[in-house]
C-alpha cells in the first residue's frame, strides 16, 4: 500500500466541512443525498473495471489509475460527509465491524474459502 499522507479523517473530515459551509451545501448534504451521490460514484469505480480481466484490474497504469484514484477519493468523500452529518466515528465503527468478522469467519473454519456467513452454517 502506497504511503500514507499524513492526514487523518479528522482533518479531512474538517477540511469537507468547510467546503461545504462555504458554499452554504450542507442544506443538500443530508444522509440521504449524501448515500445517494455515493453510490453514484460507486457505479462509477465500477465502470473502471467493467471489461478487464483479473490480471488486467490489478495492474491499472496512468491515466486509469488516475481515474480510478479519483473515484474512490469521491467515495470516501461522501463516506466521511455522512459520518459526519450522523457523528459516526467511522474508524470506531470500522474496528467493531472487523470484530464481528473475525466471530462470523473465524481462521479454521473459512481459510482459502470465500462464502457468505450463512452458507458455513450448514458445514
Sequence with gaps: MPEASGDSLQQLNARLLEFARR????QFHSPKNLSMALIAECAELVEHFQWLSEEQSQHLEGGKKEAVALEMAD???YLIRIAERLDID???AAQRKIDIN???YPVERVRGD???AEEYEND
Design 90 to 92: 467511522l474508524i470506531a
Design 23 to 26: 458554499r452554504d451545501w450542507e
Design 114 to 116: 470465500a462464502r457468505r
Design 75 to 77: 467515495i470516501l468523500i
Design 102 to 104: 473475525e466471530e462470523r
